[in-house]
């Protein structure tokens, strides 16, 4: 029995166990003013600046909101922003704040309390540094103007404000974003769509979102899309319920006990698929799996082992292997440093990944690198549905060329922290963890937080990779698209040298929802468009 059979296999032993309690009741359709919702892990961290966690910047939208905003395109618009202008030279930017925004605590949303904000953010996100870097000063003028006098022109302004894919640069009151950027804050005050019911929030069980009768959406001609338009809440209550079993959700929306889940489990697509109150949404932002190595400890502090693992993986085995070779249709294999149909994606050196797999030459030359049987740790999330798949046959292959692993269950808020720390693994640190890599940060080299190589100011892992460096910023500098994308080819060629991370291949997240939801945005999980009808 192959590794995919096993965890069919468990995956349907667990439906006849859990499906009982959910067909008692009879199947009813969404409650127009609550919506009941499944998220693809627990909500518990409450601080969209400082984690790149897909969840936390799903809680990050509704709660918070931000300058500026992508529609559907990936085009920019001001959000919170009324709009701007630029000096002639291109060295001052000066926003405008729209007239009437409010926090959830009652409190006028100020230009001061942007400039807090944004100064905190690029403390954090990769693309907010690179603006920060050219920042010569930021200042509030006025109650409702911000402005930018930058040493060097950056037309990236607008669009690094609009960052949606990693950190957040979510609007707070100043006296919260005065909080350290290495610190987590821990009041939920924004000036979005939804108010956190904090005092509701059972970590593990359940978050609540109460709409916010103070927010005023925007005006614009175009209907909402992505994170841009007027956001209109429709429901009086969201109510995100944690149930990490994929058979226990997938029962309990085929019951009608919930309205949707946001990452369906890839075994259970076929049986949703078939029911007819029930549709599936493939959603359109790229994501990328990798697999992230701790480049601090051995064994992967070693350049050489990590670029002969790179003959061992097979993205299209792991990727059938997790998603299921009948769901080919949400996945694919032969993919790069970056997101997949990117502008910046490069075909370059990926002869690397779809020529035939040597797993004994891998094997060997681990073992003439020095490999000595060190422990490697796999932290293992068993709550997120694609990842805990993913990280058995990750682990496998690295068992196939010779290496001790030693895989570690936990929820996926318990590997968030544990992959913060830089110690060895045996005092509580780690060597690898599979993650997705999504949105359109991930587009171009300069937001892309799993290519950066400063050291221990690089995402978690902390590769030193001074060449990708100097790339980043030969990007950052260069006249025009056709020369970036030169710069991202030779990206691509410097990181199947310095591997900071592998990819293993690209996969849409599948939704699933009953069929009287309508409006569902299509990117991400942004319920402030979506509407109950019937």
Not at 88 to 99: A, E, G, V
Not at 276 to 296: D, E, G, Q, W, Y
Not at 324 to 343: L, R
Request: proline residues 7%.
């Amino acid at each position: 029995m192959n590794r995919r059979d096993f965890l069919k296999l468990a995956a349907q032993s667990a439906v006849f166990t859990q499906l009982a309690p959910f067909f008692t009741a009879p199947a009813h359709a969404a409650d127009k003013t609550e919506l009941r919702y499944i998220p693809e892990a627990d909500l518990n961290i409450l601080d969209p600046v400082w984690s790149t966690s897909t969840i936390v910047q799903v809680y990050g939208h509704l709660v918070f909101d931000t300058l500026y905003g992508f529609d559907k395109d990936y085009n920019v618009h001001p959000q919170m922003a009324e709009g701007h202008t630029v000096s002639d030279d291109k060295l001052q930017w000066t926003i405008k704040l729209r007239d009437g925004l409010q926090f959830h605590d009652g409190q006028p949303v100020l230009a001061k309390d942007c400039v807090a904000s944004i100064d905190r953010w690029g403390k954090r996100d990769f693309m907010g540094a690179a603006l920060l870097g050219v920042v010569d000063t930021m200042t509030a003028v006025d109650d409702r103007t911000l402005r930018f006098k930058l040493k060097k022109p950056f037309p990236l302004l607008p669009m690094t404000l609009a960052t949606s894919g990693s950190n957040m640069p979510a609007i707070m009151p100043e006296r919260i974003a005065s909080t350290s950027p290495t610190e987590q804050i821990r009041e939920s005050i924004g000036s979005g769509p939804y108010r956190f019911a904090k005092e509701q929030w059972v970590s593990g069980s359940k978050a609540v979102f109460e709409k916010f009768a103070g927010y005023k959406p925007r005006s614009d001609s175009f209907p909402p899309t992505y994170t841009a338009g007027p956001k209109v809440a429709h429901f009086e209550r969201i109510v995100w319920n944690i149930i990490p079993d994929a058979s226990t959700a997938a029962a309990a929306l085929q019951a009608g006990e919930i309205d949707m889940i946001e990452m369906v489990g890839a075994d259970f697509l076929p049986v949703l698929k078939a029911d007819p109150s029930i549709k599936l949404l493939p959603r359109t932002t790229p994501n990328f799996a990798v697999m992230r190595f701790n480049h601090l400890q051995p064994p992967f502090n070693n350049p050489v082992i990590r670029r002969a693992l790179l003959k061992a993986f097979d993205q299209k085995a792991i990727m059938a292997g997790t998603f299921g070779e009948e769901n080919k249709e949400f996945w694919q294999s032969g993919v790069g440093f970056f997101s997949p149909d990117s502008p910046m994606a490069t075909d370059v050196g990926l002869d690397v990944f779809t020529s035939p797999r040597d797993v004994k030459k891998a094997a060997e030359e681990i073992k003439a690198a020095g490999y000595n049987g060190e422990r490697v740790v796999v932290l293992d999330p068993v709550d997120y549905p694609w990842t805990h798949p993913c990280t058995l046959l990750a682990a496998d292959t690295l068992k196939q060329v010779g290496l001790n692993v030693d895989i570690q269950a936990m929820d996926w808020g318990t590997l968030m922290q544990r992959r913060l720390s830089k110690e060895p693994s045996d005092k509580g640190g780690w060597n690898v963890f599979l993650t997705a890599l999504s949105g359109m940060s991930n587009f171009n080299p300069v937001g892309h937080i799993g290519l950066r190589g400063n050291g221990n100011e690089a995402w978690v892992g902390w590769p030193t990779a001074p060449r990708l460096e100097e790339l980043r910023q030969q990007w950052l500098d260069a006249p025009d698209e056709a020369t970036q994308k030169k710069i991202c080819e030779e990206i691509q060629k410097q990181a199947l040298i310095d591997v900071p991370y592998i990819p293993l291949g690209g996969f849409a997240t599948v939704s699933g929802y009953r069929r009287n939801l309508a409006d569902i945005q299509l990117q991400r999980p942004l319920f402030f468009t979506m509407t109950a009808k019937g």
